[in-house]
Nanobody, 126 residues
């Protein structure tokens, strides 16, 4: 059964950093594109970054470009999201998701992603 275990969320002050992890269980991430999404209260889910595991090709939303970095460790079957220079507006539940539906680049929309983690809360507050 394909599942994710997400971890790394928590409370951090503005300007701080967190690293989220998304570990796959029951399948190998090698041939999937993995996306990170977030949803703040009262807002729509937002795609913020994705990576194609086999190629390392990445994509970022403008809202996080230059602050967040996505990476993968195929040996550990895990994708990471390093988040630096965090802002209050980054507060949300963060989800990782997987899809086999991608071409030369992965997409930051929810529809292609059929497998989702349970989410991890990130709160940026002083």
């Amino acid at each position: 059964q394909l599942q994710f275990v997400e971890s790394g969320g928590g409370l951090v002050q503005p300007g701080g950093s967190l690293r989220l992890s998304c570990a796959g269980t029951g399948f190998t991430l090698d041939y999937y594109a993995i996306g990170w999404f977030r949803q703040a209260p009262g807002k729509e889910r937002e795609g913020i970054s994705c990576i194609i595991s086999v190629s390392g090709s990445t994509n970022y939303a403008d809202s996080v470009k230059g602050r967040f970095t996505i990476s993968r460790d195929n040996a550990k079957n895990t994708v990471y999201l390093q988040m630096n220079s965090l802002k209050a507006e980054d507060t949300a539940v963060y989800y990782c998701a997987a899809t086999l539906d991608y071409g030369g680049s992965c997409r930051l929309i929810s529809a292609p992603y059929g497998y989702w983690g349970q989410g991890t809360q990130v709160t940026v507050s002083s």
